[in-house]
């Protein structure tokens, strides 16, 4: 039998703490809309200092302002970061000295292989894959030196399962899962968890514009994409919402998921159960 405090619980009490970050800093990346601008208006309601990054700079201008409205007294401010992460060397730059690293941006583009532009194939590895690298590489040392971090890497039911027509995004989210093992593993001895979100298909503008390529590559009108391919597969039948996912994110930033790491949360409406 284990002494008395030897395998004791972290958390306080009976019931889960609520998520303060105050004193916490958290990058979220493409932050000004969708996934990303939900995860930044909970991390700041959570308290936390939030560093924005997205290129569309108008669109972290209106997030500013609408975190500025929703902030309660122990709110963190949003602060807007204009960076298209293309450049990685300015992306490993500016995860210095980040407690919560939210590694959210992404793109996609619908075509088949033997049509997949190979300049939009490196495009999207670079911004999906390698970006979030040398996030991670520019957020660990301090993460490490304090003794803390959260990584949540932003995946997709995509990262464990195929669609056809969809090879630059299967490939990049794959490669995510496998990357946030990795930190996991190496984070652990530091207090370092690093996790992957994986929804289904969410309300956002990425998946609308693929309402019109899936229409186009699959030849069936636009209005049957939703239903029969997009939602073909998931037993809850409707759009997961981007409060959702934020929820998730800010579930693995909390006390009670200091034990959670390496692994996949999963929000798919029962996809990946088939």
């Not at 971090?149 to 399962?161: A, E």
């Not at 298909?201 to 636009?222: C, F, N, S, W």
């Not at 209005?223 to 997961?240: G, N, Q």
Request: a negative charge; hydrophobic letters at 45%; proline letters at 7%.
């Amino acid at each position: 039998m284990s002494s008395p405090g030897a395998l004791s619980s972290p958390l306080p009490g009976p019931h889960p703490p609520a998520l303060d970050l105050r004193g916490r800093t958290a990058l979220v990346t493409g932050a000004a809309g969708g996934i990303g601008r939900a995860c930044a208006l909970r991390l700041a309601a959570a308290g936390a200092q939030v560093r924005a990054v997205d290129r569309d700079a108008a669109g972290l201008a209106e997030l500013s302002e609408a975190a500025g409205r929703v902030a309660g007294p122990a709110g963190g401010a949003v602060e807007p970061y204009v960076l298209d992460l293309t450049d990685l060397d300015a992306a490993e730059r500016a995860a210095a000295g980040t407690d919560v690293l939210v590694n959210n941006a992404g793109i996609q583009l619908v075509r088949p292989i033997e049509e997949f532009p190979p300049d939009v194939f490196h495009t999207v590895l670079t911004v999906m894959l390698e970006a979030p690298f040398r996030l991670i590489r520019g957020a660990l040392p301090h993460m490490y030196g304090q003794g803390w971090g959260r990584i949540v890497n932003v995946s997709s039911v995509h990262g464990l399962r195929a669609s056809p027509f969809k090879s630059a995004y299967v490939a990049a989210k794959h490669g995510l899962e496998g990357l946030s093992k990795t930190a996991a593993l190496e984070g652990a001895p530091h207090g370092v968890t690093s996790n992957c979100v994986n929804p289904g298909y969410v309300r956002t503008p990425l998946v609308e514009k693929q309402l019109a390529d899936q229409a186009q590559a699959h030849g069936i009108p636009e209005e049957r994409v939703l239903s029969e391919v997009l939602l073909t597969d998931t037993a809850v039948k409707r759009l997961l919402e981007p409060e959702e996912v934020a929820e998730a994110v800010a579930y693995l930033c909390g006390p009670q998921a200091s034990f959670v790491t390496g692994t996949s949360l999963v929000l798919d409406g029962g996809w990946t159960a088939h």
